[in-house]
């Protein structure tokens, strides 16, 4: 190689780290634009938590009112099978007896004996149900969230087994066949798929609440940030009687029931 060769070759290498120079302080600007960007309106929490009123639930329609349930199914493309055996649900009633069946007690009052008892995931502290989950389609995000990646689920149905409170349903079939309408604004599922409550994690991002609390018309669902001490769920706590399913078991529930 020439001399000349050489300085051109030197040339060519100073333009080139040059060239990853004005790279890398374009990356940090972007950064800082970033960093400078405007907040987003997304609702931010440390430990999102959900409180039911039932004495409130029980007064809409005299305990048939079901405007949380079929919101919810509708917005997250839930279908509607009518055998139990395969049913989907995100949110449904189950009788006082089934939900709170650790706590018993001879002189139950009358006014909550087989009453209906809304139940949904519990987005749990210690979620046995990600534990299990071999890929990881079952995770749980800093604010407390439990979610599921519908791409990671390989149908074992391991988390079916470890939730102590049967808030999982499996897609025995497809289900978008079943669905009377669908919402193209959130993803469906396949067959072989297990799936939940998600406390509307997408809502969240929007700015809004879950939908089965916006649709509640008598007021019965409260969501809100159990780390703010003056959000409205600590609100209820301090001032209310509530119950937890199951709270022996360690998961940390994170679902109230204000009686």
């Not at 087989?114 to 389609?137: I, S, Y």
């Not at 087994?161 to 009377?180: H, K, T, V």
Request: charged fraction near 25%; glycine fraction near 8%.
């Amino acid at each position: 190689m020439s001399k000349m060769d050489r300085r051109s070759f030197l040339r060519f290498g100073g333009l080139c780290v040059l060239g990853l120079g004005v790279l890398s302080g374009a990356e940090v600007l972007a950064e800082k634009q970033l960093k400078a960007a405007p907040a987003s309106p997304a609702l931010v929490g440390k430990k999102w938590a959900m409180v039911i009123d039932m004495k409130k639930c029980w007064e809409a329609g005299k305990g048939e009112c079901r405007d949380c349930i079929l919101a919810c199914h509708r917005a997250h493309n839930v279908p509607d099978i009518a055998n139990p055996k395969e049913e989907v649900k995100w949110i449904w009633t189950e009788p006082y007896e089934e939900v709170f069946l650790d706590q018993k007690q001879e002189y139950t009052a009358e006014g909550i004996q087989g009453k209906p008892f809304l139940v949904l995931c519990n987005h749990c502290d210690n979620p046995p149900c990600a534990r299990v989950c071999p890929t990881k389609a079952t995770f749980k995000r800093e604010d407390g969230i439990v979610m599921m990646d519908y791409h990671r689920c390989i149908g074992c149905r391991f988390c079916m087994a470890a939730c102590p409170f049967g808030a999982r349903s499996f897609n025995f079939r497809d289900p978008r066949p079943l669905l009377p309408k669908l919402n193209p604004d959130f993803p469906t599922r396949e067959m072989g798929v297990v799936e939940k409550c998600n406390f509307c994690a997408e809502r969240l991002e929007a700015g809004a609440l879950p939908l089965c609390v916006e649709a509640c018309r008598q007021g019965a669902l409260v969501f809100g940030d159990l780390e703010d001490g003056n959000s409205e769920v600590r609100t209820i706590l301090r001032s209310r009687f509530t119950m937890r399913r199951r709270p022996e078991l360690g998961t940390g529930p994170n679902v109230y029931y204000a009686i």
